[in-house]
C-alpha cells in the first residue's frame, strides 16, 4: 500500500509559479508511475501530468505544456509538480496518485492510490 501527501498549494497571481510536492510512503514507489490531477469547483477531475515508474518518459494535457514539469525522486520517494506562468483558469485543487502500471496513464480511473489534494489559488 502507497500513502501519498501533497503539499505547496498557495494563492498566487497569476505569472508566478509553484512547486507541489507529493511524499510517498513505502519503500515500493519506484515501482509506481505517478501522476498529477485537479479538480476545480463544479468541474470533473482532469489529467494534469504523468511519469513512468522510472521518470523515463512524461505526458502532460495541453493546456499546461511548456508551463509545468512534473518529475520525480525515487531516493526522496517524491514526485514534483513545477508550475510556472500560472494562471487564474489553473485554480482547482490538485492530486498526486500512484498507479501500479509503470508506464503511467491520463484516465484517473487507472490509479490505485491517492493523496488528500493540496489547494492552488491563482488571482488575476
Known amino acids: 500500500q502507497v500513502q501519498l501527501v501533497e503539499s505547496g498549494g498557495g494563492l498566487v497571481q497569476a505569472g508566478d509559479s509553484l512547486r507541489l510536492s507529493c511524499a510517498a510512503s513505502?519503500?515500493?514507489?519506484?515501482?509506481?508511475?505517478m501522476g498529477w490531477f485537479r479538480q476545480a469547483p463544479g468541474k470533473e477531475r482532469e489529467f494534469v501530468a504523468t511519469?513512468?515508474?522510472?521518470?523515463?518518459?512524461?505526458a502532460y494535457r495541453d493546456s499546461v505544456n511548456g508551463r509545468f514539469t512534473i518529475y520525480r525522486d525515487n531516493v526522496k520517494n517524491t514526485v514534483y509538480l513545477q508550475m510556472n506562468s500560472l494562471k487564474p483558469e489553473d485554480t482547482a485543487v490538485y492530486y498526486c496518485?500512484?498507479?501500479?502500471?509503470?508506464?503511467?496513464?491520463?484516465?484517473?480511473?487507472?490509479?490505485?492510490?491517492w493523496g488528500q489534494g493540496t489547494q492552488v489559488f491563482v488571482s488575476s
Open positions: 496518485a500512484a498507479d501500479s502500471n509503470h508506464l503511467g496513464s491520463s484516465v484517473w480511473l487507472e490509479y490505485d492510490y
Open positions: 513505502g519503500r515500493t514507489f519506484r515501482n509506481y508511475a
Open positions: 511519469i513512468t515508474a522510472i521518470g523515463g518518459s512524461k
